[in-house]
């Protein structure tokens, strides 16, 4: 991102933000594309390995286009032609290493780090005094050579030096490719880079706060605004002096290499954060998103109204059995247990399949339905792809939910083993009024046997007129019978208190199973997506 530099300064922690990137790397990885990751991953690997070799060494690159002059600066840097220089093009065809003092590593850890940067050609400078010590300048091929292999060279040497001094010349320092493609994404670098207009000699007095001018303006463009611009001329020794002061302070400080790798992790960060939509990104949504309607859709294809039915069912014909009239108390006998035909509510039934039936296609599309519009509602706020993955990933635990819920839904105890205490008051009473009928009855019968035969009868007992043995029959069966509508009406009640019971235990159920495969899923998600954001934001 240009314009935005996060100062590099030795108390910055570089281990720290090696682990914010590799936090950052590792959450978003199949998230976001894969050349963005693998160049995350190519500077984390480069940090480790830099950071093992030579610390104390300053490694400063020249680099510039065809002509700009950077062989003949070396050569004046290092006070001996230690770099050909020649009219045809491209004159640097391979890197070239000029080695100054030594630095506190020693001359082996000097000689490890140049064989890293795979640069075999190297010299020793005539000119060092105590301020180069530790300072290594190389001279690189040109970045618009005519040879493919000679730009690539300078690409890959440019990514793994600490120092990067950029030289230009008077005739081609607007160029478009060079601000473009060099420069411009260079732009978290500014505190390890040189800008340098060679051949300043070529200028007129009267042009060169022009050209100056210009270059700064261009450079600002850029994101380079704030990096210090150098004149100088090989030919005349303008200039050479104050180039190697330059350069040798960077070597001084000792933070060269951390500054360039902590400029190097910005910048991964800044093409994370634009792979990622960071920047109009909303973020993930509140954790507590109503997760109703997905619970709602889960026990309707779970089967949790079938299950509640059964339960009402049973419960209605365990009480007729229990209360019922007793004369017809044996046809609910003939019915069969609502709940043992699906495999409910049995003992030892904990972690078997029921006997439910399976989820309807219009059942599972209304609960894959529903948890997209959850996952949509909660990851609002992500990248189009990660948005996709997330979906993608949740919503394909839809058939294990439904799997896993079943012998769950089976372990629920349906409460078909209770027997309310109003069942035992009522079938006492049934059973005393229909013993009063047959009591009543049998009376009746005898005295009609005795008036048959014209054997002489007691006196029937009457309660206000009425004979006792009528009162008893008529009396058992009537309030038998009144007993009967009494207990249906208190059977219905009870079926919808046991019903919304019993959906109320198998909701908890499906609840947590949608917690388990929908809710904690898309948390880990989004926590991974936070931490990617955290990481980044951190490292810009």
């Not at 043995?469 to 009967?484: D, I, S």
């Amino acid at each position: 991102m240009r314009g935005r530099r996060r100062k590099n300064t030795p108390a910055v922690d570089l281990a720290g933000d090696l682990d914010q990137l590799t936090t950052a790397v590792e959450a978003a990885d199949g998230h976001l594309p894969a050349d963005v990751l693998d160049r995350a991953r190519a500077v984390l690997a480069r940090a480790g390995e830099r950071g093992s070799l030579a610390p104390g060494t300053t490694v400063a690159a020249l680099l510039g286009a065809t002509g700009s002059g950077k062989s003949s600066l070396v050569n004046a840097l290092a006070g001996a032609p230690v770099s050909r220089v020649a009219p045809t093009r491209p004159t640097t065809q391979r890197p070239h290493a000029v080695t100054f003092r030594p630095g506190p590593d020693g001359p082996a850890a000097t000689s490890a780090l140049l064989d890293w940067l795979d640069v075999p050609e190297r010299t020793p400078a005539s000119a060092a005094d105590e301020r180069t010590t530790g300072l290594v300048v190389l001279d690189l091929p040109d970045i618009d050579s005519t040879a493919a292999e000679h730009r690539a060279l300078a690409t890959q040497l440019a990514e793994r030096v600490d120092v990067l001094v950029w030289v230009l010349d008077p005739q081609k320092y607007a160029d478009a490719v060079v601000h473009r493609d060099f420069l411009a994404p260079m732009a978290r670098h500014a505190d390890v880079t040189l800008v340098v207009l060679n051949h300043a000699d070529t200028l007129a007095p009267a042009a060169r706060e022009a050209v100056v001018g210009d270059l700064r303006r261009l450079l600002a463009e850029d994101g380079l605004g704030g990096v210090p611009v150098l004149l100088t001329s090989a030919r005349t020794g303008e200039g050479v002096a104050e180039l190697a002061g330059a350069v040798a302070d960077q070597a001084a400080s000792h933070v060269a290499a951390h500054a360039r790798l902590r400029a190097d992790i910005s910048t991964v960060a800044d093409e994370l954060a634009v792979a990622a939509e960071l920047d109009s990104a909303g973020g993930a949504r509140a954790k507590d998103a109503d997760e109703r309607h997905v619970v709602t859709a889960a026990a309707d294809a779970a089967g949790v109204p079938v299950v509640t039915r059964a339960a009402s069912a049973a419960y209605r014909r365990g009480a007729a059995r229990q209360v019922g009239w007793p004369p017809v108390r044996w046809v609910a006998r003939l019915r069969p247990d609502p709940l043992r035909r699906l495999h409910l509510g049995e003992r030892g039934g904990e972690g078997r399949a029921t006997s439910l039936p399976p989820a309807g296609p219009a059942q599972v599309a209304a609960l894959t339905t529903s948890v997209r519009r959850h996952v949509d509602a909660r990851t609002a706020g992500l990248p189009d792809s990660w948005r996709a993955d997330v979906g993608a990933d949740v919503e394909g635990r839809v058939p294990g939910l439904l799997e896993q819920v079943d012998p769950e839904i089976g372990a629920v105890d349906l409460g078909q083993g209770r027997r309310p205490a109003w069942w035992r008051v009522l079938g006492f009473l049934q059973w005393v009024l229909i013993g009063a009928a047959i009591v009543g009855g049998v009376w009746l019968g005898a005295l009609a046997v005795m008036g048959y035969l014209q054997v002489p009868a007691p006196d029937t007992p009457e309660w206000r007129g009425w004979p006792v043995p009528t009162l008893l029959l008529l009396g058992g069966v009537v309030a038998g019978l009144l007993t009967w509508l009494v207990g249906s009406w208190c059977a219905r009640l009870g079926a919808r208190r046991r019903a919304a019971a019993v959906r109320k235990r198998l909701g908890f159920v499906v609840a947590e199973r949608v917690r388990a495969d929908v809710t904690a899923p898309l948390d880990a998600h989004l926590a991974r997506y936070e931490q990617f954001a955290t990481s980044v934001r951190a490292l810009r």
